[in-house]
T-cell receptor, first 113, second 113 residues
Framework: DAKTTQPPSMDCAEGRAANLPCNHS???????VYWYRQIHSQGPQYIIHGLKNNETNEMASLIITEDRKSSTLILPHATLRDTAVYYC??????????????FGQGTILTVHP | NAGVTQTPKFRVLKTGQSMTLLCAQDMNHEYMYWYRQDPGMGLRLIHY???????AKGEVPDGYNVSRLKKQNFLLGLESAAPSQTSVYFC????????????FGSGTRLTVV
């Protein structure tokens, strides 16, 4: 699996967009980018994933650069409840690699009033 | 829709005692997983199951056993607890082997003294 690099922490004002970067310069052509988050004392929560096109769902948007070496998770209107650790994961999709999601250190996002 | 429910939420064991952690999901997911999360280590896969009656070892299976007698339940057993098994345990389930759509429980905080 490709290695990812994320800033250890970020701050964001409530109501503003939170842009969380992730570098994955060694990503392979068949590897997807997945984002999960973990709110304090809870289990991780899936947010979004993508291969090369930008993706949007009810939670967030994912912007992947054309060379796929980096991506940005965007929370359009951050709320206090979005304070969490955000994990960027890069790996192949499906197959028999069951459950082997590798959660690194992630980015601690703090949303303040 | 409860999702993934873990019981108990907290437990303190003495070294050498045994216990069983229960994970129940009501989403009719085929795949279920047990992880442990330790500070600075991310989540590590202990055991997983690809369907009722099947189980397999993950990254760190030693000292644990599992059973999946019913599709909705996945049990994690510690036969003889050790202080090294002090951790937060998360159960997860998914409908496919893809890396998105994992639903995690809220965790069990286990302390072995």
């Amino acid at each position: 699996d490709a290695k990812t690099t994320q800033p250890p922490s970020m701050d964001c004002a409530e109501g503003r967009a939170a842009n969380l970067p992730c570098n994955h310069s060694t990503i392979s052509g068949n590897e997807y980018v997945y984002w999960y988050r973990q709110i304090h004392s809870q289990g991780p929560q899936y947010i979004i994933h993508g291969l090369k096109n930008n993706e949007t769902n009810e939670m967030a948007s994912l912007i992947i650069t054309e060379d796929r070496k980096s991506s940005t998770l965007i929370l359009p209107h951050a709320t206090l409840r979005d304070t969490a650790v955000y994990y960027c994961i890069v790996r192949v999709r499906g197959g028999t690699s069951y459950g082997k999601l590798t959660f690194g250190q992630g980015t601690i996002l703090t949303v303040h009033p | 829709n409860a999702g993934v429910t873990q019981t108990p939420k907290f437990r303190v064991l003495k070294t050498g005692q045994s216990m069983t952690l229960l994970c129940a999901q009501d989403m009719n997911h085929e795949y279920m997983y047990w992880y442990r999360q330790d500070p600075g280590m991310g989540l590590r896969l202990i055991h997983y199951s690809v369907g009722e009656g099947t189980t397999a070892k993950g990254e760190v299976p030693d000292g644990y056993n599992v059973s999946r007698l019913k599709k909705q339940n996945f049990l994690l057993g510690l036969e003889s607890a050790a202080p090294s098994q002090t951790s937060v345990y998360f159960c997860a389930s998914s409908f496919s082997t893809d890396n998105y759509g994992y639903t995690f429980g809220s965790g069990t905080r286990l302390t072995v003294v």
